[in-house]
């Protein structure tokens, strides 16, 4: 569902195409300057979130785009995180040369070297036996891409979901924070999050009220406080201008009670077209010391049939 047309693979189980996106751009008041704006990293996938996995490789086709970012991005991990263990399973670099699809190797330096101006993608292509879970029953997996900026600083984009994996081995579920979480870090700043606390994603049509239960809130382990949310449907800010789409919410403060709660955010789904839509969650948290702001975003798509 929402898949970008560069992924056309055809996979086993229902997966929606989820983006999580770091920003670290000023906020009211704060000067803008190469190091206080360093635009977005975006990290996506079409993702087999809450199904279930008996047999052979998770295989992700991952998604990286720079927008405005002058950093030069190094690479991608995925985590397998059961009930008493976070292993890195793979990483893949993001290299300016390689070929989509692929899981490329360090440079010569032992880093990636993709660079951009404008808006640019890569593709990165992981796949790791089940086996390689520690436990059977409800399993997350964790991306996270790594971008070193200008001044020595790095920005970070990562998402965490779950998925029910069946491995023969024993069965133990994964508790801490188990649902679908996208979130941007920074320097000093570290966690920013928006995250949908309704699990699991429907995989089919919505009509009427849709009331998904979101929260857009700091991470609760010595992060800065949430000061901005913003909650729309079908917005570009990648466009020129900016569109923001149907913005259903947008003040200061979190959405969700403090330090780490959810609320339920009201669609109306009789309002919108039929077909595909994306939902567009996005958390503030403003970084006085460094003097710019850190944004955590999660996009997800559903569809309307009324």
């Excluded at 056309?8 to 996106?21: K, N, P």
């Excluded at 606390?197 to 700091?218: K, Y």
């Excluded at 009201?266 to 077209?273: E, Y």
Aim: contains cysteine.
């Amino acid at each position: 569902m929402g898949a970008p047309a560069a992924d056309s693979t055809v996979y086993a189980e229902s997966r929606q195409f989820v983006d999580t996106q770091s920003w670290w751009m000023p906020g009211t008041g704060q000067a803008d300057t190469p190091i206080t704006n360093t635009g977005h990293v975006h990290l996506g996938a079409c993702i087999p979130e809450r199904e279930t996995i008996s047999s052979g490789n998770l295989t992700v086709n991952v998604r990286v785009v720079l927008h405005d970012n002058p950093g030069q991005a190094n690479y991608v991990s995925m985590v397998f995180i059961t009930s008493d263990a976070e292993t890195a399973v793979q990483k893949c670099y993001l290299r300016a040369a390689a070929a989509n699809f692929t899981c490329p190797g360090p440079s010569s330096t032992g880093k990636g070297d993709f660079v951009c101006t404008g808006t640019c993608e890569r593709w990165l292509t992981f796949s790791r036996p089940i086996s390689a879970f520690k436990h059977s029953g409800l399993q997350e997996v964790h991306f996270r891409a790594f971008v070193p900026e200008p001044g020595g600083n790095e920005m970070r984009a990562s998402f965490n979901w779950q998925a029910h994996i069946q491995n023969g081995k024993s069965q133990s579920d994964a508790s801490r924070y188990p649902f679908l979480r996208g979130k941007g870090w920074y320097t000093h700043a570290a966690y920013c999050e928006a995250s949908v606390r309704s699990v699991p994603l429907p995989d089919g049509p919505v009509s009427g009220i849709w009331t998904p239960a979101v929260g857009l809130t700091t991470h609760p382990d010595a992060s800065l406080p949430a000061t901005h949310s913003f909650i729309s449907i079908d917005a570009d800010f990648h466009a020129v201008p900016p569109n923001p789409g149907r913005v259903l919410w947008d003040a200061a403060g979190p959405y969700g009670s403090a330090p780490f709660g959810s609320a339920p955010i009201s669609i109306d789904t009789r309002t919108l077209a039929n077909g595909v839509h994306k939902l567009h969650l996005r958390t503030s948290c403003r970084d006085n010391k460094l003097g710019s702001t850190n944004s955590g975003v999660t996009v997800v798509p559903f569809i309307v049939a009324n």
